[in-house]
């Protein structure tokens, strides 16, 4: 079964406007991390912002905020103010089990490529 | 942060030779990862190096087609052996401190193989 499911291969967003990459999880750990990174044409897997499953708030890194519903199994990341910069393909990851434990393995979505319109 | 060098940046490569691709932290960490990202897939994971022992392997992903060393804290080579042109993706290392949530990536090596 998919551990990690991002069901937007492309969104097309204007500048300045703000922007929702949705990412859903399947896990029976009650331990585990979510992650979102970003991959310019580059290729570099560039972190962005990381929740973990017992944090009460949602996780915010500058402009980008993660949206975390649990009961749901979902952590969308929003971008606010987009940017031209920002185009690239997005991936959301998890990790399943402690971290203290020596479980830091991650399993990647299939990503969402964002385009970002002047 | 961590500071990942990984050489070679990318390599175009005959079919049936190997390659290996080197991974240096700018500090000492226990675990470090090699993943394969094929055109236009995602990540995924072909092993986990620990220094001082065996790497272990993902299920798909073999020690004779990939072998790995892991002489160091800090350093790590992946060896891509035998190459066919479905070898031909983006190897990525990254590492996770001991501690730390965020897991850190190197700049990734473009291999194509001919």
């Known amino acids: 079964a998919q551990k990690i499911t991002q069901t937007q291969p492309g969104m097309f967003v204007q500048e300045k406007e703000a922007v929702t990459l949705d990412c859903t999880y399947d896990t029976s750990d009650p331990s585990y991390g979510l992650f979102w990174y970003k991959q310019p044409s580059s290729g570099e897997m560039i972190f962005l912002i990381y929740?973990?499953?017992?944090?009460?708030q949602n996780a915010t890194e500058g402009r980008y905020s993660l949206n975390f519903q649990k009961a749901r199994k979902s952590a969308n990341l929003v971008i606010s103010a987009s940017q031209l910069g920002d185009s690239a393909m997005y991936f959301c990851a998890m990790r399943e089990g402690h971290l203290i434990q020596g479980a830091q393995k991650l399993v990647f979505g299939q990503g969402t490529r964002l385009t970002i319109n002047p | 942060s961590a500071v990942i060098s990984q050489k070679p940046s990318r390599d175009i490569c005959q079919r049936g030779t190997s390659l290996t691709i080197q991974c240096q932290v700018d500090s000492q960490v226990t675990m470090m990862f090699w993943y394969r990202q094929q055109p236009g897939q995602s990540l995924t994971l072909i092993a986990t190096a620990n220094q001082g022992s065996e790497a272990t392997y993902e299920s798909g992903f073999v020690i004779d087609k990939f072998p790995i060393s892991r002489p160091n804290l800090t350093f790590s080579t992946l060896t891509v052996s035998n190459m066919s042109p479905e070898d031909s993706s983006i190897y990525l290392c990254?590492?996770?401190?001991?501690?730390?949530?965020?897991?850190?990536f190197g700049a990734g090596t473009r291999l194509s193989v001919l």
């Open positions: 929740q973990g499953s017992y944090d009460q």
């Open positions: 990254s590492v996770g401190r001991d501690g730390v949530n965020i897991q850190y």
